[in-house]
Each structure stands twice: as structure tokens, then as C-alpha cells.
């Protein structure tokens, strides 16, 4: 019966699957006792080694192409500095403005995907891409509208918007020529070394943390890390970036509503009014484009 199921239409439950698993991530930022930057380092450690046998078992090292290493490495140093610049903003800025300014990064994913890879962008795509722009200035831009400046933490959370395109991009064009599994291995390599140059040259600690919070940081891994960008590699195969870079924007709004019995917060008047403007503008922006017609539909 699954095998019925069209590649087009399994990229997408695989999008919905990374959503469901990467909206978790915030809640394991919260528990650890550790700063972000840190929970991101071993979040990406830990899966890579958890993928390492899988990967080894098939290939070494030897027999990748720079071909196949080159856009991985490049999503993973691009993820590393997205996850860095965002913790920073957040020391600067409020939660809800660092995540409104780096969920600009759809805007420019769809910008460079027209102007550059040429793709047809119809009226109905920058119809959603309104939508879901505006469900996100609902839930998350109170604070901007009354406080307009742009500060030190929103200018830190746009940069970091421009690292989360790139993952995007350098996904697209990775996917074409790598497998999925050997895919996320190499961009958790790249993120690991990444964030641990950037967290030695800030001066943080990178060991001496609780078995709890190390506990936290394997969960982080197996949980939001390898089941959420394994599902989002499978997706960024078959899928343009314009179209799954939007839909990421679901995640905050899943983590928002898993806050509810999780964390016991309440439910917003602005996410009530929000959610259905995110959906219905995904909605309309996957009816964009069938799937990639590229090799990555034969590598999973």
C-alpha cells in the first residue's frame, strides 16, 4: 500500500514529519542547562555519531565525490551559523522578534529561486507566501510593532535568517548527488566542527555539564535532530526549497500549541487568529511544483 503512495506525496508527509520533530527543539533548548549554542554543538554531535556506522557500513570516506561532499558541508557550516547567530540574538532581543526576523529567510529563498535558479513563482505562491508572512507577524511581531527600532538582537536574528536560506539552497542542490543518511552525516559534521570553533572562541564551556543535560542533548539528537532533518533531507530531495522553506514556519506555531499540555502555557488569541493564516498559505504555496525532476528522486 505504501508503495502506492506517490514520491511527491511522501515528501510532503516527510515535511510534516520534520515539523512535528524539530517543533520539539525549543522544549529541549528549555530543559538542558546549557547555553543554546551548546545544545545545538552536541545536538549535531551526537547524530552524526549516531549516523557514522550507517554511513561507514556502505562507503568510506574514500569514495565520496567532492561533487557529494561540497553542498553538505556547505548546508551544515550555513546551519551551524543560523543556530549561532539566532542564540545570540536571543541574549539581545525578545524570543518572538529573533524568530520573526529569521523566518525572513523564506523571502529570500524564494527571491534567489526566481531570480537566480529561474523558477515560475505564480500569483498563488506569493499569495500563500503573504499569508504565511502575515500569520507569522501575528503571533510573533506584537513586540516589533511596538517597539519598531531594529536593535542589536534583530540585526543578529536576520543575519541569521540569510544562514537559514542557504541551508535551504545548498540542500536543494546536495540532495541531487548525495543520499539522504550520508547527507545529514556531512552536514552534522560540518555543524559539529562549526559550532565548536564558534563556541571555543566565545569562551564557552564545552564539558563539565550534568548527566541530566547530557541526557537532554542525546534526546535532542534522536528526537528533533536525526528523525526532523532526516525527514527534512528526504523532503529537500524531491521538494524545492521555496516551497519547504515557508512551510517551515508551521514548527514554531506546532511548538506554540505543544506548549499548551507540555509546558502548561495558554493558548494566544493571536495564535487562534494566526494558524489558520500559516496553513492555508502552505496550503497554496505546495501547490507550487510536482516534485524535483532531478536524480535525488532516485537516491530516497
Known amino acids: 500500500m505504501f508503495k502506492a503512495i506517490t514520491t511527491h506525496t511522501k515528501a510532503n508527509i516527510a515535511m510534516a514529519l520534520s515539523v512535528m520533530a524539530l517543533s520539539f527543539s525549543g522544549f529541549f ?43 553538505p558541508l556547505l548546508a551544515g557550516v550555513f546551519s551551524a551559523m543560523d543556530h549561532y547567530f539566532w542564540s545570540t ?5 525578545t524570543v518572538a522578534n529573533a524568530i520573526l526576523f529569521n523566518y525572513i529567510a523564506p523571502v529570500w529563498v524564494a527571491l534567489i529561486a526566481y531570480f537566480l535558479y529561474k523558477e515560475k513563482l505564480t500569483l498563488k505562491f506569493w499569495g500563500g507566501m503573504g499569508l504565511t508572512m502575515v500569520g ?39 540532495r541531487k548527488v548525495t543520499q539522504v543518511v ?49 525527514s527534512l533531507s528526504y523532503a529537500s530531495g524531491h521538494l524545492s526549497a521555496s516551497v519547504i522553506s515557508p512551510t517551515m514556519i508551521l514548527q514554531p506555531v506546532v511548538t506554540a500549541l505543544l506548549a499548551v499540555p507540555i509546558l502548561g502555557e495558554p493558548i494566544t488569541i493571536q495564535l487562534i487568529i494566526a494558524a489558520p493564516l500559516i496553513l492555508i498559505g502552505i496550503l497554496l504555496i505546495n501547490q507550487k511544483d510536482a516534485p524535483l525532476k532531478t536524480k535525488a528522486k532516485s537516491l530516497a
Open 89 to 93: 540574538a536571543v541574549g539581545y532581543t
Open 136 to 174: 507569522a507577524l501575528t503571533i510573533f511581531g506584537n513586540d516589533l510593532l511596538h517597539h519598531p527600532q531594529i536593535g542589536l538582537g534583530d540585526s543578529l536574528a536576520i543575519i541569521s535568517s540569510f544562514f537559514y536560506a542557504g541551508y535551504f539552497l545548498f540542500s536543494q542542490q546536495g
Open 182 to 230: 550520508e547527507y545529514l552525516w556531512l552536514v552534522t559534521l560540518a555543524a559539529t566542527l562549526t559550532l565548536t570553533i564558534a563556541a571555543l572562541f566565545n569562551g564557552m564551556p564545552i564539558s563539565g555539564y550534568s548527566g541530566t543535560t547530557i541526557l537532554t542533548f542525546i534526546s535532542a539528537a534522536v528526537f528533533a535532530q536525526a528523525v526532523g532533518y532526516l
Open 29 to 71: 533548548v528549555r530543559w538542558a542547562d546549557a547555553p543554546g549554542p551548546i545544545t545545538s554543538l552536541f545536538r549535531m554531535a551526537f547524530t552524526a555519531l549516531l549516523l557514522t556506522p550507517f554511513v561507514l557500513k556502505k562507503r568510506s570516506l574514500r569514495s565520496f565525490t567532492k561533487k557529494q561532499i561540497i553542498f
